[in-house]
Every structure is written in structure tokens, then in C-alpha cells.
């Protein structure tokens, strides 16, 4: 197989699968429906059996969430040349965890669906980084010719 029938069945296979994450939600699917329903209820009871949702407004969980992001840089921090997680792994599913349940409290907060802005995000990002361009290169957008 040719390196431009290899290249052509990649974009095939990329646009099926913009395809098939394009398909339009169902009218009573749950904002936090992009993960687990039982993983999301479970994050919103720990915070509602603690009365916390009055501190979540959408800036304290901004907030939290860019804490909880630099607690997981945190766990590379001085590790110079070594960019593997193995050694880590404990700390980056503590820290990952914390980031993933803030932003399902912020989503809660706004009454915004995860597996949407998910979605219209990696069809906005396959826009600016088109396969034909972008493929092997990790060049900003503006730089892909
Ligand atoms: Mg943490």
C-alpha cells in the first residue's frame, strides 16, 4: 500500500469517526451523560451530602480546577528528562481524579454537558487541524501549511 493510499484510508477513517461523534443528542440525555451517570451522581452526592454546593459557584470551581491542574504538573516537577509515568501513576490518577470531578462540578454549576462541549470541541480542533495538514506535526494551527 502507497504512503497516499495509507494517508487517504487515515482521513477515511478519522472522518468516520467525526462522523459518528457528529450525531445530534438525544433530547433527554443528561448534561453529565459523557460520563458514567453513576460516576457523575456519585460526585454530585459527595458534594450534596456535605452541603457544599453553596461554595461552587463557576470561579471557586475555575478555580479549583487550575489547583488541581497544577497539583498534577506538580507530579512532574524536577523529574528533567523523564517523561514517563511510571513511578507516578499513583499521584497522576489522585491528581487526574480531582481535576475530572471539579469539571463535572462546574459542569453541574452550569448546566453545561460535558460530552457536548467535548464533542464540539474536537470537531472545532479537526477544523483548525485538518489530518491532511496536522498529521505527525505539532505545529500551532496558524503554522500548518
Ligand atoms: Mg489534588
Same mark, same amino acid.
Given at each position: @500500500?502507497?504512503?497516499?493510499?495509507?494517508? +487517504?484510508?487515515?482521513? #477515511?477513517?478519522?472522518? !468516520?469517526?467525526?462522523?459518528?461523534?457528529?450525531?445530534?443528542?438525544? /433530547?433527554?440525555?443528561?448534561?453529565?451523560?459523557?460520563?458514567? !451517570?453513576? #460516576?457523575?451522581?456519585?460526585?454530585?452526592?459527595? =458534594? $450534596?451530602?456535605?452541603?457544599?454546593?453553596? &461554595?461552587?459557584?463557576?470561579?471557586?470551581?475555575?478555580?479549583?480546577?487550575?489547583? /488541581?491542574?497544577?497539583?498534577?504538573?506538580?507530579? &512532574?516537577?524536577?523529574?528533567?528528562? $523523564?517523561?514517563?509515568?511510571?513511578?507516578?501513576?499513583?499521584?497522576?490518577?489522585?491528581?487526574?481524579?480531582?481535576?475530572?470531578?471539579?469539571?463535572?462540578? @462546574?459542569? $453541574?454549576?452550569?448546566?453545561?454537558?460535558?460530552?457536548?462541549?467535548? =464533542?464540539? +470541541?474536537?470537531? =472545532?480542533?479537526? !477544523?483548525?487541524?485538518?489530518?491532511? +495538514?496536522?498529521?505527525?506535526?505539532? $505545529?500551532?494551527? #496558524?503554522?500548518?501549511?
Amino acid at each position: @500500500m502507497s504512503k497516499n493510499e495509507i494517508l +487517504k484510508n487515515s482521513i #477515511t477513517a478519522v472522518q !468516520e469517526r467525526v462522523e459518528a461523534v457528529q450525531q445530534p443528542a438525544a /433530547e433527554e440525555a443528561k448534561h453529565l451523560r459523557g460520563i458514567a !451517570e453513576e #460516576t457523575a451522581d456519585l460526585v454530585c452526592a459527595f =458534594r $450534596d451530602e456535605r452541603n457544599w454546593k453553596q &461554595f461552587h459557584n463557576p470561579k471557586d470551581l475555575a478555580v479549583s480546577i487550575s489547583l /488541581e491542574a497544577a497539583e498534577l504538573l506538580e507530579v &512532574f516537577q524536577w523529574s528533567g528528562e $523523564d517523561l514517563k509515568c511510571e513511578g507516578k501513576l499513583d499521584k497522576i490518577r489522585e491528581e487526574l481524579a480531582d481535576v475530572a470531578n471539579y469539571c463535572i462540578l @462546574m459542569a $453541574d454549576a452550569c448546566g453545561i454537558s460535558l460530552d457536548e462541549i467535548i =464533542r464540539a +470541541k474536537v470537531k =472545532r480542533n479537526g !477544523e483548525k487541524y485538518p489530518v491532511e +495538514k496536522a498529521y505527525g506535526k505539532k $505545529d500551532k494551527y #496558524t503554522e500548518l501549511k
